[in-house]
């Protein structure tokens, strides 16, 4: 059963800091996206990567993905007020149903002045 | 524009009723999903379709049922049997299954009188 589990829960950053939301998935798989809702809302797509060593990067946010080490970092550089949210990542799954995925339970994040 | 919509934006159920929410598309995409959150947790799949007039179950379908009549529409019930439906709705399509990106509406959240 694949299992995808995300730390921090829970991250109250200062403005300007960097800093790393990981996603650890217990079994192989061929995609991992990253998405972003804020309170009350859906969610929006924030980057699909599909083989190791991906990395892509919108703005202040870059993600990339090591299918060996079964992990998937998020980075933040130099957060803004805006990047206040919760992120998922989820992962495709290939031994259950066609086309699913399986969701991490989210990062919140907390951007302060 | 193109997107997904989904309504009722907030729906209320009393005890033993069952209750259908609205899921439709104007994508194109063959592929669609049910998936449900609770506060703090992530998504979890209830039911997709791959192609119209089909269906089968994600994880948590036991208490629920779809139909899949025409391409751009893919309702869910939430039946008397779902002991605990109280819970935020959201409906997912992709151009096919397995697709990079799976696009979400914006939600339903399922209150219990």
């Known amino acids: 059963e694949l299992k995808v589990e995300q730390n921090p829960l829970f991250l109250s950053m200062q403005e300007g800091k960097n800093y790393t939301i990981y996603c650890n998935y217990s079994?192989?798989?061929?995609?991992l996206y990253w998405y972003r809702q804020d309170p009350g809302k859906s969610l929006e797509s924030l980057f699909v990567?599909?083989?190791?060593?991906a990395v892509k990067q919108e703005g202040r946010l870059m993600a990339s993905l090591d299918t060996k080490a079964r992990l998937s970092t998020l980075h933040i550089t130099a957060a803004v007020h805006d990047l206040s949210a919760t992120y998922f990542c989820?992962?495709?799954?290939?031994?259950?149903?066609?086309?699913?995925?399986?969701f991490g339970k989210g990062t919140k994040l907390s951007v302060k002045p | 524009d193109g997107g997904i919509t989904q309504s009722p934006k907030y729906l209320f159920r009393k005890e033993g009723q069952n209750v259908t929410l609205s899921c439709e598309q104007n994508l194109n995409h063959d592929a669609m999903y049910w998936y449900r959150q609770d506060p703090g947790q992530g998504l979890r799949l209830i039911y997709y379709s791959q192609i119209v007039n089909d269906f089968q179950k994600g994880d948590i379908a036991e208490g629920y049922s779809v139909s899949r009549e025409k391409k751009e529409s893919f309702p869910l019930t939430v039946t008397s049997a779902q002991k605990n439906p109280t819970a935020f709705y959201l409906c997912?399509?992709?151009?096919?299954?397995?697709?990079?990106?799976?696009?979400f509406g914006p939600g339903t959240r399922l209150l219990v009188l």
């Open positions: 997912a399509s992709s151009i096919v299954p397995r697709a990079e990106t799976q696009y």
């Open positions: 990567l599909l083989s190791n060593g």
């Open positions: 989820a992962v495709g799954d290939y031994g259950g149903s066609q086309g699913n995925l399986i």
């Open positions: 079994t192989t798989s061929d995609r």
